[in-house]
């Protein structure tokens, strides 16, 4: 079935350092690709998504690529800050069928000190 | 703004308890999900409803239920609460189209003494 695997955490930075967090994933067709991040105490926000190979989404200064050829689609940012401290998840969601097809991976926890 | 409304962000139950947690969205989807949330595990999910009256088990269903009387309303159901049933509970909800952005309430956290 498919799923999606993202680097274990937690990830510790400073600030101003460069992020990546990497996710692969295994699924059958065409998935769309999310990145969600989540703060302390809070849901789960949307912070990008790319719905076809060789999409880019970005926001906030968060980029990832969806590359078919890798199956990855890579979180990275150039100079993280501290208010970037939260986890995040990648996920995908199929193309039809039931259950929204929705995977989500374990999470990576990311801490950026000043 | 799409919004999904967990009604209690809070709670303390005791062991054996029937405890319902509420979600409300206002943007007329018709998926919803309830996941809980554990250290190490990720999102796991318990139950999901593509339409009213309508409910898909998922991947960890023992232990709860849930009802769908109206599409914006979801509710989930212990009916007998256990310690291993504390966890933060996240429900969520997704219009049609593989494209879109499923949506999170803001998490209850649960915790059963």
């Known amino acids: 079935g498919d799923s999606v695997t993202q680097m274990e955490g937690p990830v510790t930075l400073s600030e101003e350092a460069f992020l990546t967090i990497n996710c692969t994933y295994t699924?059958?067709?065409?998935?769309?690709l999310f990145w969600y991040v989540q703060y302390p105490g809070e849901g789960l926000q949307l912070l990008l998504k790319a719905t076809k190979a060789d999409d880019k989404g970005s926001n906030k200064g968060f980029e990832a690529t969806y590359r078919k050829e890798t199956t990855s689609f890579h979180l990275e940012k150039g100079s993280v800050q501290v208010s970037d401290s939260a986890v995040y998840f990648c996920a995908l969601r199929g193309r039809g069928g039931s259950q929204g097809n929705l995977i989500f991976g374990k999470g990576t926890k990311l801490s950026v000190k000043p | 703004d799409v919004k999904v409304t967990q009604s209690s962000r809070y709670l303390v139950k005791r062991t054996g308890e029937k405890v319902f947690l509420e979600c409300v969205q206002d943007?007329?989807?018709?998926?919803m999900f309830w996941y809980r949330q554990d250290p190490g595990l990720g999102l796991r999910l318990i139950y999901f409803?593509?339409?009213?009256?309508?409910?898909e088990k998922g991947d960890i269903p023992e232990g709860y239920s849930v009802s769908r009387e109206k599409k914006e309303r979801f509710s989930l159901i212990l009916e007998s609460a256990s310690t291993n049933q504390t966890s933060m509970y996240l429900c969520?909800?997704?219009?049609?189209?593989?494209?879109?952005?499923?949506?999170f309430g803001e998490g209850s956290w649960l915790t059963v003494v």
């Open positions: 969520a909800s997704i219009t049609e189209g593989s494209g879109n952005t499923i949506y």
């Open positions: 943007m007329d989807h018709e998926n």
């Open positions: 699924a059958t067709g065409y998935p769309s």
């Open positions: 409803s593509y339409d009213v009256k309508m409910k």
